[in-house]
């Protein structure tokens, strides 16, 4: 878990003040007597292995079994703080951080409308058939940026380069690229015209692309 030190004698250090806190509060968090108990005792194997593996006189296999009985321990710790301590109605913030476990945050932090501006590229690999490539200010890779929902575009055919992007009148959207336009036949040799924007998880938009165009193949 992200939470956990990845650093075997900070797990060991960390584990530890998470049983001995869990316990100094088992009654008011109504934690599972049988469970603490298989905690410490899987917890105090785990550091008398670490210190042994720490010395010159520790095998292959000490280092097999101590390796094995962490994994163990890592699993049931974290299906302990998952179910016994995040999910307790009795839990607090100030009890989290002396857990050291992740602190709920009552207030999400707002995530910020995209800044950036989509970059593109334009393939006719088929008869009828526009692609738009897009990715994101220095990836790449073709894809939208971290943070990103996916691609808005509003498109039209014309016979003149629109003015403003409010002329362009069919709108898709795309989470993944390329976006694929397919058009009748009598459309071919055609104009189409396009404007892009990102657009975040909370339905938040970056400013439009400029508008480019395509010939219909």
């Known amino acids: 878990m992200s939470y956990m030190p990845t650093k075997e004698a900070d797990f060991v250090e960390w584990s530890e003040n998470l049983i001995t806190v869990s316990e100094a509060h088992k009654t008011e968090l109504k934690l599972p007597a049988d469970k603490l108990t298989e905690l410490r005792t899987l917890h105090d194997e785990v550091k008398a292995l670490h210190e042994l593996c720490q010395t010159a006189s520790y095998t292959k296999l000490d280092m097999q079994i101590k390796n094995e009985k962490k994994a163990q ?3 049931l710790e974290a299906v302990f ?3 016994n301590l995040q999910n307790n ?3 607090t913030n100030e009890l989290r951080r002396a857990l050291r476990i992740p602190v709920h945050d009552p207030t999400p932090t707002p995530v910020p409308a995209p800044e950036s501006i989509p970059l593109i590229e334009i393939a006719t690999p088929h008869p009828r058939t526009v692609q738009i490539k897009f990715r994101g200010e220095h990836a790449v890779r073709w894809g939208k940026p971290e ?5 808005e575009c509003l498109w039209g055919i014309a016979e003149t380069h629109p003015v403003k992007v409010k002329e362009l009148l ?6 993944k690229s390329p976006l694929e336009l397919v058009f009748e036949e009598d459309e071919r040799g055609k104009k189409v015209y396009f404007a892009t924007r990102w657009e975040n998880g909370t339905v938040k938009k970056g400013k439009w692309s400029d508008i480019f165009s395509a010939v219909i193949p």
Request: proline residues 0%.
């Open 170 to 175: 069919h709108s898709e959207f795309a989470t």
């Open 89 to 91: 109605d009795a839990m």
């Open 81 to 83: 703080v998952r179910n």
């Open 73 to 75: 321990l890592v699993h």
């Open 147 to 151: 943070h990103v929902h996916g691609l």
